[in-house]
């Protein structure tokens, strides 16, 4: 959505556009402004499709997006999304006869949600500055999330440097969608959490072919960020210690895989039980295995500090652009991402862009794949988003402009996560929560 | 990685960067921005896919953000 727009007025400060194009941001600023103020109209759409090997998760994206002039100095955006997501998600890890953790996905049965999120913002264009203030809402059918940002750019040294500054605040409230007909449902719960936060940020042209940023960001999450629809296994909470008697991770996986879950749900049998006063599924699961909420601190925080430098190579007429990020996370939860993407200018408007990324995380504090017994501080999570874990992206984006009016854009990620891959490999975790996805999205841009 | 580390070499990156080929500090005059204003040197060309990049990893890993604020939260599972 980067115009590059050829009207007399703007487009003699195409730096600008370039060092905002090098701020551009996801979400509200998905809508970001070309960096100048744009003298026509720019419509976007955009359809992606997202599907987790096995079977598991998939999501369809569909997403339409307007930016236009208003008035001599303002700009206004609107975005509005639509995501589809189906399929299954591992809801606990069970335990085999010699103690290993295994997955249990309760393919077939589980989710269907639909979010949608409508987003709009405002900018304001100075002499020598940008400031905008967006809001938005996202709509699930267990979430709903209201946020809103202010955002100033000041442009110094005639224009070499930038000076970045932004805030957001974000509430959610947060239930889970109780479903009577699937198996080990929670009855439904309530609750809110807010994430406000903070950033700066310093672009620099080096010189003729280079430009340089550094942002650093302050993220702080608080209220309930537990996962209602996780459980944890607690060897000292079942009836027994399983090990060694009763292979529990394969008992339930044959009575998934035979498709004896599914038919429970579907004969509205597990409704039956779940709705009836005599038994309490979650209750008697609880006592006999040992099944306990996932329980997190209340309160997280996270300093982000992003290093992203882009270099013009006029022999190729391409660009590399190099990122690296570092989280320091208050739940031990550290990462590094570094990912490298290559523009490549093949003449007549075509553009081409291979990229790959690498990220890597240590596991947080309360993380494991099963807990012996519930710890002192009551945080533990076998969610597979805390583990230690590393992943590597392979991208490649082809776009093509016709007659400046219709720019076309074909993207495709591979995405492999492995336990193996993390830095150091010294953190908690498990190749039982390995697993690969495939981003597959076109786009299209229309300007008049 | 040992915190410190991570941190010092980030320190060391961004100190050095300077000093490697190309990345020298020039003074750069309006109409010499022109290679600085090349399509290509836009990092997301199509930023509607890289917003849904970012929520797909916001949603699959433990950190989410530092590009910029505003973003809002999702109930992923």
């Known amino acids: ?448 | 990685m040992n915190k410190g580390i991570a941190l010092g070499s980030l320190l060391s990156c961004t100190l050095l960067l300077p000093c490697l080929p190309g990345c020298a500090y020039e003074p750069v005059k309006a109409y010499q921005r022109g290679k600085l204003a090349n399509p290509v040197m836009v990092r997301d060309a199509n930023p509607a896919h890289s917003a849904f990049e970012q929520h797909v990893y916001s949603s699959k890993e433990s950190t989410a953000g530092g590009y910029s604020t505003g973003a809002g939260g999702c109930g992923c599972n």
């Open chain 1, 1 to 448: 959505m980067a115009a590059i727009n050829k009207s007399s007025k703007d487009k003699t400060d195409a730096l600008s556009a370039l060092l905002t194009a090098a701020l551009a941001l996801p979400g509200i600023s998905a809508a970001a402004p070309g960096g100048y103020r744009a003298s026509e109209t720019l419509l976007n759409f955009h359809h992606a499709d997202y599907d987790e090997q096995g079977n598991r998760m998939s999501v369809t994206t569909d997403q339409a997006f307007i930016t236009t002039p208003v008035g001599r100095d303002f700009e206004g955006h609107f975005n509005a999304i639509q995501d589809v997501t189906s399929g299954a998600s591992p809801v606990v890890n069970f335990l085999d006869t010699q103690g290993n953790p295994h997955q249990f996905v309760e393919t077939g049965a589980s989710i269907k949600d639909r979010r949608e999120i409508y987003e709009t913002s405002l900018g304001y264009y100075g002499d020598n500055s940008y400031a905008s203030f967006g809001i938005g809402k996202s709509t699930e059918d267990d979430y709903i999330s209201n946020y809103g940002s202010v955002s100033y750019r000041l442009d110094l040294n005639q224009k070499q440097t930038s000076l970045l500054a932004g805030a957001g605040m974000t509430s959610d409230e947060v239930w889970n969608s109780y479903n009577p007909d699937v198996f080990l449902e929670e009855p439904s719960i309530y609750n809110r959490r807010k994430k406000r936060e903070l950033m700066v940020g310093i672009s620099q042209v080096l010189n003729q072919t280079t430009v340089v940023q550094l942002n650093v960001a302050n993220v702080r999450n608080s209220g309930s960020l537990s996962d209602p629809y996780k459980k944890v296994y607690v060897v000292d909470e079942g009836i027994i210690d399983f090990r060694g008697l009763i292979n529990v991770a394969g008992l339930f996986d044959f009575i998934v895989d035979a498709g004896l879950i599914e038919a429970l749900n579907r004969s509205g049998i597990t409704r039956l039980l779940n709705e009836s006063p005599l038994i309490d599924v979650v209750g008697l699961a609880s006592f006999i295995f040992g099944l306990e909420k996932d329980t997190r601190p209340d309160s997280r925080e996270q300093w982000l500090i992003l290093l992203r430098a882009s270099h013009y190579f006029e022999a190729t007429n391409s660009a590399l652009h190099v990122d690296y990020r570092y989280a320091d996370d208050s739940w031990d939860a550290n990462s590094h991402t570094l990912e490298l993407k290559w523009n490549v200018g093949l003449g007549a408007d075509w553009q081409i862009s291979p990229g790959v990324r690498y990220y890597s995380q240590s596991s947080a504090f309360f993380y494991d794949t099963f807990f012996e017994s519930i710890p002192e501080d009551g945080y533990m999570s076998v969610d597979y988003r805390l583990a230690g874990f590393g992943a590597i992206s392979k991208k490649l984006g082809v776009s093509k402009t016709f007659e400046r009016a219709y720019t076309f854009y074909v993207d495709f990620e591979q995405y492999e996560r492995r336990h193996s891959y993390e830095i150091g490999g010294e953190t908690k975790g498990d190749a039982i929560d390995d697993y690969d996805f495939k981003i597959l999205s076109f786009s299209v841009d229309y300007r008049f």
